[in-house]
């Protein structure tokens, strides 16, 4: 047979082959440097993010200096600060660590229990109004959470949530004063409605041809295949809770009874701030949100992809 493979010279004087060649290797050079400079951006963006928090752990370090300046590195370093979180606050730390959790307890658990309940008949039932009920819903997002600061205030007193009875049973209602006004999410309402959309409906249909109820399909399709995004609304309810501060200086009459992030505020006195402090404090909260999110990473981010896909 003859030989119809063309000579390697013929190749390389083809003026087409040398051609192509070089546009591939400018395309290549091109998403090179866009490469690079998106990384460069990235990075600028990360860094601008990120020092803030690099900012107050360096402050927290450093037993004197301006705190008000840019740095690096500390100049000295020292953990009375640390300590004095412990000690210099009115109410012991343990207690608001203890408060925080609590509230961050009922409050995760109120808030994706009422937005898993609430978003499965807005996703898969018909009636009449659905998504007019949804829209609405949905447009209360854009008013800001204190324009509900002095209703809520209100309501909670008319609830008699801060009536003064007995040691338990006021600690009791002070929590769920702090909880019970955010346990209605819309953007849990949104996330969830999502997910469930994303379900396939032949699911629900063989269920519902099996004789299951509603609630039976919630609980046992509905509920397991939305597991990731209900995860990463958790996730993002415990960050809200474990950082509240507004709402729980309003509310709470008893300071024994306030939050670790609004409880750090008794670092500063009448006419001194000890703000380096305060600062060794914010880290100290930091660390629990950052284990949380270590630890829900995967679910977090597996979540959000499934509710926006859905």
């Known amino acids: 047979m003859p030989d119809t493979t063309l000579p390697q010279t013929a190749l390389v004087s083809d003026p ?5 060649a070089q546009l ?7 998403e090179r440097l866009r490469n690079a400079a998106a ?27 301006n705190i008000y300046e840019a740095k690096i590195l500390p100049k000295a370093l020292s953990l009375r600060n640390y300590a004095e979180v412990f ?43 659905r998504d007019l009920v949804f829209y609405s819903i949905l447009i ?9 600061l002095i209703v809520n205030y209100i309501t909670t007193i008319k609830l008699g949530l801060l009536a003064q009875t007995s040691p338990l049973a006021d600690a009791a209602r002070q929590y769920l004063a702090v909880v019970l006004p955010g346990a209605a999410s819309i953007v849990g309402l949104f996330l ?30 509905m509920l ?20 509240s501060f507004l709402w729980a200086r309003v509310m709470l009459p008893d300071k024994n009874m306030l939050p670790l ?27 629990p949100i950052l284990i949380v999110f270590l630890m829900g990473q995967k679910y977090f981010m597996k979540g959000l992809e499934g509710a926006v896909k859905g």
Request: charged share 10%; aromatic share 10%; proline share 5%.
């Open 224 to 243: 397991p295949l939305a597991t990731p995004t209900i995860a990463a609304f958790a996730i993002l309810e415990f960050v809200a809770y474990w950082n």
């Open 261 to 287: 992030s609004a409880g750090l505020l008794e670092l500063s006195g009448t006419f001194s701030t000890n703000s380096r402090a305060v600062m060794a404090g914010a880290v100290i909260t930091i660390i």
């Open 16 to 20: 087409h082959a040398q051609l192509a």
């Open 87 to 129: 000690s210099g606050t009115t109410v012991p730390f343990w207690r608001l660590f203890l408060n925080s959790v609590i509230i961050c307890i009922l409050g995760v658990t109120f808030t994706t229990t009422l937005a898993t309940l609430a978003a499965y008949p807005l996703a898969r039932m018909r009636f009449p109004g």
């Open 192 to 221: 969830l409605r999502q997910a469930y959309l994303g379900i396939p409906q032949e699911l629900i249909e063989a269920a519902r041809i099996d004789g299951a109820r509603e609630l039976t399909i919630w609980r046992r399709i």
């Open 39 to 65: 990384y460069a951006v990235l990075i600028l963006i990360a860094l601008i993010m990120l020092y803030p928090f690099y900012w107050t752990l360096v402050t927290s370090l450093e037993p004197t200096g």
């Open 24 to 30: 591939k290797v400018q395309r290549q050079r091109r």
């Open 140 to 148: 209360l997002m854009v008013l800001p959470n204190e324009a509900g």
